[in-house]
């Protein structure tokens, strides 16, 4: 019994079940089972499971509640995402319990067609994803979750921005908008999108985005590439930091750097590539923080040795590292 709900029942479950008031009391009374919020019992006295808060949520807030916006987005597998409370919507009208850890809101959106199929009542991952968007606390938040979703393949761009046009009003409606159709051009990240937006800015071309590449340890997918002048900019992130993938990844700059040049910026802050085509001298970074690395026809280890040791401005190879050098493609 409860099994299917990660061992939390309501009440109104146990006394359909044949379960009376006074054995709910006792097993409580016993310490064999738990009492989770006012409707809720879990059937054993260990730590309740992410799971098992979101069940009872359900139970706690009502029959037509339902999981929505982050809260949805985690049951439904999103990684690396924590949220302080529980989010759960009810229908207008709906009468709201206070209960600590959980956010009921009556909500203008419920609709009994965005459930998803399962037995926990949850939101759809299009729906939730626009939802915790718009109710974010702030703009990069929203930007957060979409790109997150997008990029762990819960759903896809073209399914968020169907979901958004039933948007007809709200104050983040256009920077949502805006960041969908930077989805739709293949930014997967917030370290993408802020470079993208750095580089529009500066007047730059739109380069091509996930381009699809094969190397010696097989497909991979580069961030950015400009094809006229053959550079590659790959954005790094937290996750190039970790052990795991800094094999693979020297290996890939390595195999991408060899035809034409390579520029690696980490995503801490903003990397500047401009150039003096766009009829404005080329700008250096505003940041001190960032790390760019340019490599022309060499590996990226020689090229920066190599950098290191000269002081020639014309080297094919530069290796720039908190200093304000930038690279800058040629004049057209």
Request: net charge positive.
């Amino acid at each position: 019994m409860g099994r299917g709900a990660a061992d939390i029942l309501s009440r109104r479950q146990l006394y359909d079940a044949g379960v009376s008031r006074s054995e709910v009391r006792a097993n409580l009374r016993a310490h064999r089972w738990a009492r989770v919020g006012r409707q809720c019992i879990c059937v054993h006295r260990g730590p309740l499971t992410q799971e098992a808060q979101h069940w009872s949520a359900v139970f706690e807030a009502g029959p037509r509640a339902y999981l929505d916006g982050g809260s949805a987005l985690i049951q439904a597998g999103l990684k690396d995402f924590t949220m302080d409370w529980i989010r759960v919507s009810v229908p207008r009208g709906a009468k709201v319990w206070r209960a600590r850890g959980l956010d009921i809101r009556q909500t203008r959106r419920w609709q009994e067609d965005d459930l998803a199929p399962g037995p926990l009542r949850r939101v759809r991952v299009d729906v939730a994803v626009v939802r915790h968007a718009l109710w974010a606390r702030s703009n990069r938040e929203a930007a957060l979750v979409l790109t997150m979703a997008v990029q762990q393949g819960l759903t896809t761009p073209h399914r968020i921005g169907v979901e958004m046009l039933r948007v007809r009003r709200d104050k983040r409606r256009g920077y949502i908008h805006g960041v969908i159709l930077d989805l739709l051009g293949g930014i997967r990240s917030l370290g993408e999108l802020d470079f993208a937006r750095e580089a529009r800015s500066r007047g730059l071309p739109e380069p091509d985005r996930q381009v699809l590449r094969r190397g010696r340890n097989g497909r991979y997918y580069i961030d950015v590439y400009w094809q006229q002048w053959n550079l590659v900019v790959e954005i790094d992130g937290i996750q190039q930091a970790w052990v795991q993938q800094i094999v693979g990844d020297a290996i890939r700059q390595n195999d991408s750097s060899s035809p034409g040049a390579w520029c690696s910026a980490s995503s801490a802050s903003w990397a500047t590539v401009s150039s003096r085509y766009a009829g404005e001298p080329a700008r250096p970074t505003t940041s001190s923080s960032w790390g760019v690395q340019v490599c022309r026809g060499k590996s990226s280890a020689s090229a920066t040795r190599r950098c290191r040791k000269s002081s020639n401005p014309r080297a094919p190879a530069a290796c720039c590292s908190r200093d304000r050098s930038v690279w800058r493609p040629p004049e057209v």
